[in-house]
């Protein structure tokens, strides 16, 4: 936008919807994709005078009418960072150029590119922690201030500006209860959050009874605002308290994700680690189905599930609870997570979500070792120590007033044989010692 606004040429406003940006965009993912292409097009219209066109079909293709269509000479985007997507850029890039369209990419989705932040042997780092203070003085040492864009001039069109991308599931009319798409909202939520919460991050952050993380995470994922408005914001407001920096280093976390997918083959299906193409995983439709509705009779993993249905999101540290009970209790293929999380979540980000999930099942680049396995109740009592959280989605345990109850309702045998009679409540489909075990011992087999 800055380039076009340097240049002054009137410009077509162009969003291409093809293969590629479906695959990476999950069913819950489409409301905000419609919703923040809906906001998108009212702030074009109303700051510039533009109407955003909304196109289907191979992008090249797409790319090509319009270019003959109104006589284009420069096309400009900004980059993306997955096989698939270099893929399709570099093709079109270099098709267009051969028809002597000047094309320029921009980095408009990172603090740095993946290519800036090496080691010093000149590789891409495996590790978090010494990446994450590379990429922090690579970024600080670029001195970028925030910048308005204050006029464009337009192109006149009589292009499509109709679209409609709702999933065919109606589940996503609740979450406009929750979430306003956009780039406004991204910035009057980072300013509220910069206002109150974020000084006590680095406790509040595990707590989901407290509610009190940015969920800034699907503005990101969207574009509506980019990491670096919310780290300039940051340094232009805060000091670097220990709160502000953890959370900083969440924005990190984004960053090295990022590189991540950049330098893997196929971060989403293969691991990292190699070794764990042979891990043993059991296959169990059935114990997978109970864990995506949130009925594996572990409160804080159930609550958890039905909190991404209920609002498309969840609590982080509650990803790493469920997670971990998927791969390690149930010993079910940490990729089949990363799918049912892309199709759930409206933050879901090819980069971070795979990232994450590697993370967890111990395959990925600085890993949690494979024999930490998150205990669901012990979890509980350090995160959820009312329940407050798990009665929020979990109503029906309420009868068993003590939340060392609620935590682990199998052990009051009389009310939680009601619960499970009347259908309110399940049996815990594993013994969280013995499958723990049971993981530990499959870990062995491939050491």
């Known amino acids: 936008m800055l380039a076009l606004q340097q240049s002054q040429n009137p410009a077509l406003f162009v969003y291409i919807y093809d293969s590629v940006e479906s695959n990476a965009t999950g069913e819950a993912g489409h409301w905000w994709l419609h919703e923040s292409l809906k906001q998108l097009q009212e702030s074009y219209k109303a700051r510039f005078g533009a109407s955003l066109i909304v196109l289907e079909g191979k992008a090249?293709?797409?790319l090509q009418k319009l270019i003959k269509k109104y006589q284009i000479h420069q096309v400009l985007w900004n980059r993306l960072y997955s096989p698939e997507t270099i893929k399709r850029d570099t093709v079109i890039k270099k098709a267009l150029q051969e028809q002597g369209v000047d094309v320029e990419t921009f980095n408009g989705h990172l603090l740095n590119e993946p290519w800036e932040v090496q080691n010093n042997s000149g590789q891409y780092f495996k590790v978090f922690t010494p990446y994450w203070r590379k990429a922090f003085e690579v970024y600080q040492s670029k001195k970028e201030k925030l910048e308005k864009i204050k006029s464009i001039n337009v192109l006149s069109h009589q292009e499509n500006l109709i679209f409609n991308f709702l999933p065919k599931k109606k589940w996503y009319q609740k979450f406009s209860k929750y979430w306003t798409p956009g780039e406004k909202a991204a910035q009057d939520q980072l300013s509220r959050y910069l206002k109150t919460d974020i000084d006590i991050y680095k406790d509040a952050r595990d707590r989901p009874d407290l509610d009190q993380t940015s969920k800034l995470?699907?503005?990101?994922?969207?574009?509506?605002?980019?990491?670096?408005?919310v780290v300039l914001n940051i340094l232009k407001s805060k000091n670097l308290s220990t709160s502000v920096l953890t959370y900083l280093s969440e924005i990190g976390w984004r960053e090295f994700s990022y590189s991540l997918l950049y330098y893997s083959k196929n971060l989403s299906s293969v691991p990292i680690n190699l070794k764990f193409q042979n891990f043993p995983w059991r296959k169990s439709v059935k114990d997978l189905d109970l864990?995506?509705?949130?009925?594996?009779?572990?409160?804080?993993?159930d609550a958890a599930m039905r909190q991404i249905y209920e609002k498309g999101w969840m609590h982080n540290r509650l990803r790493m609870v469920v997670g971990s009970f998927l791969v390690k209790n149930l010993l079910l293929n940490w990729t089949l997570g990363e799918r049912y999380f892309q199709e759930t979540l409206l933050d879901y980000d090819e980069a971070s979500n795979a990232a994450g999930w590697q993370w967890i099942a111990g395959c990925g680049a600085d890993a949690s070792p494979y024999f930490r396995v998150f205990n669901p109740i012990l979890q509980s009592e350090r995160f959820d120590p009312q329940a407050k959280f798990i009665l929020q989605y979990l109503p029906q345990l309420q009868t068993?007033?003590?939340?060392?109850s609620i935590f682990q309702p199998h052990l009051q045998e009389q009310t939680f044989q009601y619960l499970v009679n009347q259908n309110l409540y399940y049996e815990p489909l594993v013994d969280l010692k013995d499958s723990r075990n049971r993981a530990l011992e499959a870990y062995q087999k491939i050491k």
């Open 217 to 229: 995470s699907p503005y990101l994922r969207f574009g509506e605002i980019s990491p670096r408005t």
């Open 60 to 62: 090249l293709d797409v």
């Open 291 to 301: 864990w995506k509705k949130g009925k594996t009779g572990i409160p804080l993993v």
């Open 400 to 404: 068993l007033q003590k939340p060392s």
